[in-house]
């Protein structure tokens, strides 16, 4: 929570990644890490049960998304970070903006 702030989103509920899950019979969470491995990002889900365990294996290892669902998805973008990087601020008055290229433009 520490790196949240009240306009993030938690993309487990979005609309369109419930809908993709629903389809397919998986948990939100599953979709969101398909989503990612297939784009070639390393995931590195949390759990502390074995059957999340197994569902997350799953995901790497059954069939990926639809091209439908992967366009689906990327178009859900809201600029929301899981970790925006205000914990790595230093100078007060600073703005976890300050670290990230907005809008295709470096701010600072």
Known sequence: DRDRTPEDTVDT??????????RL???PAVVCLKWGLQRGHVVIPFSVRRANYLANLR???????SEEDMRSIAAIDRN???IKGQVFLWREGQSWEDL???DGRIVH
């Open 13 to 22: 509920e979005d609309p369109v990644i419930v809908a993709i899950a629903r």
């Open 25 to 27: 019979g998986v948990h």
């Open 59 to 65: 995901a790497a290892v059954t069939e990926p998304l």
């Open 80 to 82: 929301c970070r899981l």
């Open 100 to 102: 990230w290229d907005i």
